[in-house]
T-cell receptor
Framework: AQKITQTQPGMFVQEKEAVTLDCTYDTSDQSYGLFWYKQPSSGEMIFLIY??????QNATEGRYSLNFQKARKSANLVISASQLGDSAMYFCAMREGPSGAGSYQLTFGKGTKLSVIP | DTEVTQTPKHLVMGMTNKKSLKCEQHMGHRAMYWYKQKAKKPPELMFVYSYEKLSINESVPSRFSPECPNSSLLNLHLHALQPEDSALYLC??????????????FGPGTRLTVL
């Protein structure tokens, strides 16, 4: 079974609008971290935002926020006021603790390609 | 400074060549990683170094040989590669491997083409 599921292969958003990229995860671990990365066509994986499993508040970093719903095992990325430079592939990833099969390694979803329309 | 550097940016090599990819970080991180990424796919983990020792090898063919000369440097030596090894090779680092909350920082990658 997939540990990280991103159900939207591609998304379009109008410039200056907000967009939500979906991510659900599967783990039996109590301690885990959830991460979002942006990968432009240049190839670099850019770390955006992180949420720890014990964090009660949703993480925010500038225009990025993570909508963390632990009971539903979802960690959606919200980008507010989209810009043309936000066009990229976005990967959701999880790092489990010692009892997880991943054993601290980063497990990626398949990614969502976001295109921002002027 | 959250920078991981990689050289070269692009590499074209024949199947009989020997080449090396280099990665460097100065964040004091003790864990370093090599990933392989094919087009339109997520990165796949190849190797993990923890405190300069190889801790994970994800069944990577021996034509890929990693090396960690010190805590800041990570090399990937390439020999007798196949065309299907053409991919983006990403290096990453994190504070250590023993904490699920540590983020990994990635370098810009090396685009490898094997002819």
């Amino acid at each position: 079974a997939q540990k990280i599921t991103q159900t939207q292969p591609g998304m379009f958003v109008q410039e200056k609008e907000a967009v939500t990229l979906d991510c659900t995860y599967d783990t039996s671990d109590q301690s885990y971290g959830l991460f979002w990365y942006k990968q432009p066509s240049s190839g670099e994986m850019i770390f955006l935002i992180y949420q720890g499993s014990y964090d009660e508040q949703n993480a925010t970093e500038g225009r990025y926020s993570l909508n963390f719903q632990k009971a539903r095992k979802s960690a959606n990325l919200v980008i507010s006021a989209s810009q043309l430079g936000d066009s990229a592939m976005y990967f959701c990833a999880m790092r489990e603790g010692p009892s997880g099969a991943g054993s601290y390694q980063l497990t990626f979803g398949k990614g969502t390609k976001l295109s921002v329309i002027p | 400074d959250t920078e991981v550097t990689q050289t070269p940016k692009h590499l074209v090599m024949g199947m009989t060549n020997k080449k090396s990819l280099k990665c460097e970080q100065h964040m004091g991180h003790r864990a370093m990683y090599w990933y392989k990424q094919k087009a339109k796919k997520p990165p796949e983990l190849m190797f993990v170094y923890s405190y300069e020792k190889l801790s994970i090898n994800e069944s990577v063919p021996s034509r890929f040989s990693p090396e960690c000369p010190n805590s800041s440097l990570l090399n990937l030596h390439l020999h007798a590669l196949q065309p299907e090894d053409s991919a983006l090779y990403l290096c990453a680092s994190s504070q250590d491997t023993g904490n699920p909350y540590n983020e990994q920082f990635f370098g810009p990658g090396t685009r490898l083409t094997v002819l």
